[in-house]
């Protein structure tokens, strides 16, 4: 076999080699990136309800401080604290 032959039948190989591994490298850069937006996204979410929580603690705090509650008080706010406030709707009276 001549070595023009040689050299064809190498940079074929090379090519397919280099093209298998750049589609690998893709798939698992596709794969990264997704698990990154989706540890942001969690990170966010722990974020928001830590902030919420130490705003439950603090009032919760200053209510113990003031004092003139019962405990059982102190622990029904601090409870009440995280829970969604709703939106009281009055009616339109005629």
């Known amino acids: ?3 023009f032959a040689k050299m064809d039948i ?3 190989v090379t090519t ?3 093209v298998v591994i750049a589609v690998f490298v893709a798939v698992i850069l596709f794969y ?3 698990t990154a937006r ?3 996204e969690v990170v966010h979410i722990v974020r928001k309800e830590s902030e919420r929580f130490a705003k439950g603690a603090s009032s919760a705090r200053h209510r113990i401080k003031e004092g003139g509650d019962s405990i059982l008080q102190n622990v029904v706010a601090f409870v009440q604290s995280f829970a969604e406030k709703k939106k009281r709707w009055k009616r ?3």
């Open 16 to 18: 397919v080699a280099v």
């Open 32 to 34: 990264v990136l997704r």
């Open 10 to 12: 190498f940079f074929i």
């Open 38 to 40: 989706d540890v942001n």
């Open 92 to 94: 339109k009276e005629d």
């Open 1 to 3: 076999m001549d070595a």
